[in-house]
């Protein structure tokens, strides 16, 4: 009987260690401008920790495609919180709908730096990198999405249809 609740006990426990060592979906995904521990730009969603009032407005602003709107919100809450790479994700992401890929890219490596693992980060940067043409770049951070997505995640196929539809077009399709 003592094994049996040793082996029981074990399984148990290991299947508890997989459960918290596996980021939920809509926490470490990072989609659209946010991501990683913050906002997830395709649900809305945001964790209890994101309560920043000007993180809160930029986000809304992002939602209704207000992008301009976003930047000065954004850029206050990263120079409260240096380390927000979700708040950096949004900044970059802003930048690049207002039509300005080159200006985004240091940002977005900003967020890597601080999120290596940051989905969303991966998946926008790429298409940063393909809407100034660079192809080789994107692709490698759609190999990133690879690696980190185990199966199959949502920016992963995003950014593998934003490659495959600029490839098509000849560089015409940009994201």
């Not at 969603?45 to 992008?67: G, R």
């Not at 900003?110 to 692709?139: C, M």
Request: glycine share 10%.
């Amino acid at each position: 009987m003592t094994t049996r609740r040793s082996i029981l006990l074990g399984s148990v426990l290991a299947v508890g260690l997989l459960v918290l060592g596996h980021p939920s979906g809509s926490l470490a995904d990072g989609g659209g401008g946010g991501g990683g521990d913050a906002t997830d730009s395709r649900t809305g969603e945001a964790p209890a920790k994101s309560v920043d009032p000007d993180y809160t407005a930029a986000v809304k602003e992002i939602k209704a495609e207000k992008f301009g709107a976003a930047i000065p919100l954004l850029e206050a809450v990263v120079a409260k919180d240096e380390k927000n790479a979700d708040a950096y994700n949004w900044l970059a992401y802003a930048i690049r709908k207002t039509g300005d890929p080159a200006r985004s890219i240091p940002i977005y490596q900003k967020a890597l730096a601080l999120d290596a693992k940051h989905r969303g980060v991966h998946e926008y940067i790429g298409e940063a990198y393909l809407a100034l043409g660079n192809v080789p770049k994107a692709k490698e951070h759609l190999a990133a999405l690879n690696e980190l997505c185990r199966l199959s995640c949502e920016q992963y196929r995003d950014l593998k249809k934003a490659v495959e539809a600029y490839e098509k077009s000849d560089g015409k399709v940009k994201p």
